[in-house]
């Protein structure tokens, strides 16, 4: 089991930054890959970036450039940088984690971009 709370949301103005936390339940050198993805009201949620094990990351093409994605692993924690905020940036954030076949979700923090 994998337990995850996120942090860092609020409200900003558009070409603002945010930085969202993810802090793990236990140790994410055991964590395959973490992510944060994103939900808009009555949208499909969306991959926004991810971190593999190795280091490597990928990131959606609309928050390319934009966004960045890091790991502190004696905090067991992931981050999600934001800037350059856009109003269309406006959406729940969810971390996940992605363990031996499982995937674990947190609760979501909710970014709003204003214009």
């Known amino acids: 089991q994998v337990q995850l709370v996120e942090s860092g949301g609020g409200l900003v103005q558009a070409g603002g930054s945010l930085r969202l936390s993810c802090a793990a339940s236990?140790?994410?050198?055991?964590?395959?890959?973490m992510g944060w993805y994103r939900q808009a009201p009555g949208n499909q949620r969306e991959l926004v970036a991810v971190i593999s094990t190795d280091g490597s990351t990928n990131y959606a093409d609309s928050v390319k450039g934009r966004f960045t994605i890091s790991r502190d692993y004696a905090k067991s924690t992931v981050y999600l940088q934001m800037n350059s905020l856009k109003p269309e940036d406006t959406s729940v954030y969810y971390c996940n984690a992605h363990r031996y076949d499982m995937d674990y979700w947190g609760k979501g923090t909710l970014v709003t971009v204003s214009s």
């Open positions: 236990r140790s994410i050198f055991s964590i395959n890959a």
